[in-house]
């Protein structure tokens, strides 16, 4: 079951902000918002997380709206390496031990 | 966080054959998990890998197709049994942290069957 939906692909030009949305209208009040992004030929790495705050790592920033029924992962000056899937999942801080649902994700491309 | 190799890194298989997949870790991890990505596809969970007890399998997969081994808290072994072309994909193993906020994927096992 699909708790999330993001675009199906996306450009960003080199140098510019990336903005990547997710959609999770159904979240639950103990569900975590992840992000990871998968480089062509690689395991998913993990970039980010957050419950209701806004969060910031040397990565990325992920804002959550109040509602927490949607949020956008932001990498603030796309690189070329940025290009990926990246993956929006939410997951129970309940949940001990269960795996991370991975959906289609959004296909970013970082243009020169 | 967890640093994950898998064995081998890439191979090309004949039909009816089987691979074995490795997985080590380089700390005691009590959840470890593997995932199969098609061409194309997202990543599907196959089954988890319980230390001292059969793996737990998700619908679709079976052990006599994908048999798990778990000998301890770093390890894991994958096998893919009388392979055919659809088989051919990339296998990932996944652990979580402590505590168990995050997963941590391997580099992944690029499997074709011919």
């Known amino acids: 079951d699909a708790k999330t939906t993001q675009p199906t692909s996306m450009d960003c030009a080199e140098g510019r902000a990336a903005n990547l949305p997710c959609n999770h209208s159904t979240i639950s009040g103990n569900e975590y918002v992840y992000w990871y992004r998968q480089i062509h030929s690689q395991g998913p790495q993990y970039i980010i997380h957050?419950?209701?705050n806004n969060e910031t790592n040397e990565m990325a920033s992920l804002i959550i709206t109040e509602d927490r029924k949607s949020s956008t992962l932001i990498l603030p000056h796309a690189t070329l390496r940025d290009t990926a899937v990246y993956y929006c999942i939410v997951r129970s801080s309940d949940n001990y031990g269960q795996n991370f649902v991975f959906g289609p994700g959004t296909r970013l491309s970082v243009l020169p | 966080s967890a640093v994950i190799s898998q064995k081998p890194s890439r191979d090309i298989c004949q039909r009816g054959t089987s691979l074995t997949i490795q997985c080590q870790v380089d700390?005691?991890?009590?959840?470890m998990f593997w995932y199969r990505q098609q061409p194309g596809q997202s990543l599907t969970l196959i089954a988890t890998a319980n230390q001292g007890s059969e793996a737990t399998y998700e619908s679709g997969f079976v052990i006599d197709k994908f048999p798990i081994s778990r000998p301890n808290l770093t390890f894991s072994t994958l096998t893919v049994s009388n392979m055919s072309p659809e088989d051919s994909s990339i296998y990932l193993c996944?652990?979580?942290?402590?505590?168990?906020?995050?997963?941590?994927f391997g580099p992944g096992t690029r499997l074709t069957v011919t």
């Open positions: 957050g419950l209701k």
């Open positions: 996944s652990v979580t942290g402590t505590p168990a906020l995050q997963q941590y």
């Open positions: 700390s005691q991890v009590t959840m």
